[in-house]
């Protein structure tokens, strides 16, 4: 095979990166307007299989959010104090592979709620992969019991004082509440 074609296993050197001395990590990214009961699966899932987890949240000066990225940030920490030796929570801007490279890591975990999720989640994976040849994404199933819930889903229900209590952490409904005047 010529040298200048990257092969699927050109990118042995850097696969030892995610694991280091410290143990396996990976990168969990996403937006998290607001943090839901799905996410916090998924994070539970990933602790199962990776020592360490790094909460990616995207800051997007160009997309408007119900929560500014400081919140969102406060409200992911202030959810998973009980795992943070395992747990870091970091604000990102730009593009997911550059913020993966600077925290010398090589894996990105994502969930799978449905089959609908997976065009999207493939044409990113691969895109990410085309970026960064050696980023491999991981792909863990939410439980049947979220499979249903949304970021989305959570702002059309909230504002109207929608019970939410089953999709989202008690910080986040707290939050929600807030944004909403209910107490
Ligand atoms: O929770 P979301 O909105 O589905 O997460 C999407 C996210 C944040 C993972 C994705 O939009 C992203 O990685 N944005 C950063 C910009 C980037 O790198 N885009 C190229 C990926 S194809």
Redesign the pocket.
């Known amino acids: 095979m010529s040298k200048n074609v990257p092969s699927d296993t050109d990118s042995a050197p850097e696969r030892s990166s995610s694991r280091s001395r410290e143990g396996t990590r990976a990168i969990f ?5 607001p943090l839901t009961s799905g ?1 916090l699966d998924i994070i539970t899932r990933g602790l199962k299989i990776f020592d360490h987890l790094t909460v ?3 800051h ?1 000066p160009e997309k408007r959010t119900l929560f500014s990225v400081d919140e969102r940030v406060k409200m992911i920490q202030e959810t998973l104090q009980g795992d943070a030796e395992r747990i870091t929570v970091k604000s ?8 993966v490279e600077e925290l010398g890591t090589h894996v ?1 975990l ?1 969930g799978l709620r449905a089959t609908s999720d997976f065009d ?1 989640e493939a ?6 992969r085309q ?1 960064s040849p050696h980023i491999e994404t991981f792909f863990l199933m939410t439980s049947e019991r979220y499979s249903y819930v949304s ?1 989305s889903l959570v702002k059309q229900i909230a504002p109207y004082g929608g019970d939410v209590s089953h999709l989202v952490p008690p910080q986040v409904r707290k939050a929600l509440a807030a944004k909403f005047s209910r107490t």
């Open positions: 990214p996403g937006s998290f307007d996410h990616g949240v995207l997007n990102f801007s730009g593009l997911l592979v550059s913020f990105i994502r999207y044409q990113m994976a691969l895109m990410n970026l970021s």
